[in-house]
């Protein structure tokens, strides 16, 4: 919108120009990054597993580097072992990576690459276990998966809290999100963590006297 003479008009006019009615000052920056608003504070527990999980697998390689190799051989022969190896390593050194970028910028969104990364992982050799006939390795890859994807249903409630707290309680008429904007899925990782919540604080209670 423009203030003051018409430039039309006048051509050596100055137009001053200024704000749009309806629009206060600052508005587009009153939400803040898109990111910032799904970024819980518990989110930070879960960068430093990530992180920490993949420091030590890379870490165990340079270590145990043979021990390593040998476990790939019983996966895919001596041939191609060591190829391998390096390429699973350079993969979760990306995943790493994208874990340590998703707590420096407050992304929860990166950790979702890390934690799908690693699953994949392990459906992977837990596949391999079965035409191997490993089953002690097949038993570890699979509790294994089940823990990550455990983290990223907690991961996607605590996003789904924080936009909770940042969006309008009251959703707009005939929308198919619930209070705050949220989905049905939304509403259901938010249900099962506050449940989870909760039945942790009445454990921890101690008994009142009857």
Same mark, same amino acid.
């Given at each position: 919108m423009t203030? !003051?003479?018409d430039p039309a008009a006048d051509p050596d006019a100055t137009p001053v120009f200024g704000v749009a009615? !309806?629009?206060a000052p600052g508005a587009g920056r009153a939400g803040g990054p898109s990111g910032a608003?799904?970024?819980?504070?518990f989110h930070y527990a879960v960068g430093v597993f990530l992180i920490a999980y993949g420091v030590t697998n890379l870490a165990g390689a340079v270590v145990l580097w043979g021990d390593r190799r040998d476990e790939i051989e +019983?996966?895919?022969g001596? +041939?191609?072992a060591v190829a391998v190896l390096v390429l699973v390593k350079l993969f979760e050194a990306a995943l790493l990576l994208a874990a340590a970028a998703g707590v420096a910028l407050r992304r929860d969104l990166l950790f979702v690459p890390a934690t799908a990364g690693w699953m994949a992982g392990f459906a992977m050799f837990g596949v391999l276990d079965v035409f191997t006939a490993r089953w002690g390795g097949l038993l570890e890859h699979l509790l294994y998966l089940v823990g990550f994807v455990?983290?990223?249903f907690v991961s996607y409630g605590l996003s789904t809290k924080a936009q909770l707290a940042a969006a309008p309680r009251d959703a707009e008429p005939g929308s198919a999100r619930g209070p705050g904007g949220l989905t049905r899925t939304q509403e259901f990782a938010l249900q099962t963590i506050n449940r989870?919540?909760?039945?942790k604080n009445s454990r921890s209670r101690p !008994?009142?006297?009857g």
């Open positions: 203030l !003051g003479p009615t !309806g629009a608003r799904t970024w819980h504070r +019983g996966y895919f001596a +041939g191609p455990t983290l990223l989870a919540a909760a039945l !008994g009142r006297p």
